[in-house]
């Protein structure tokens, strides 16, 4: 079993990888922070043990910011007030799907980071919140 949980650090990257090439086709019609976040977590995994926790929180942050983005938007260029016909409206189809399969990237990377990493399941408590938003907050 720890060998297999040892085994998910190379997923996540390629996941993080994955990602990024997702939101950068998502580029064309949505201003994505999630390409730099991915490229930065896939930097950033393997420096530091306290940004494992960092990253988690970060994309669970993303995931709250992507969900909405999704329920506004996903309703709003399928709604009679936005008009049919146009180009944009394949590449805005094309958008929200990619959207979407990123927000499903993002929960199974959130989870096999959870998985492996006991620092950042520490976190997750109740007492671990307190602590991380501290340490996400502080300058170091």
């Not at 043990?49 to 942050?61: D, E, M, P």
């Not at 996903?74 to 590449?91: A, I, L, Q, R």
């Not at 499903?104 to 096999?112: D, E, N, S, W, Y």
Request: with cysteine.
């Amino acid at each position: 079993m720890h060998s297999t949980i040892a085994s998910l650090s190379p997923w996540i990257q390629r996941l993080f990888l994955i990602s990024a090439f997702i939101a950068s086709l998502s580029c064309f019609s949505r201003a994505d922070y999630n390409l730099p976040l991915y490229i930065f977590a896939y930097m950033a995994w393997g420096l530091q043990r306290n940004q494992k926790t960092r990253i988690a929180w970060l994309l669970v942050i993303t995931l709250i910011t992507d969900f909405i983005w999704i329920l506004y938007w996903g309703p709003f260029w399928g709604s009679d007030k936005f008009e049919d016909g146009y180009w944009e409206n394949g590449v805005h189809t094309l958008v929200v799907v990619l959207s979407t399969i990123n927000i499903f990237i993002k929960v199974v990377v959130l989870i096999l980071i959870y998985r492996q990493e006991n620092e950042v399941k520490s976190s997750f408590t109740v007492e671990g919140v307190k602590e991380s938003i501290s340490t996400f907050l502080s300058p170091n």
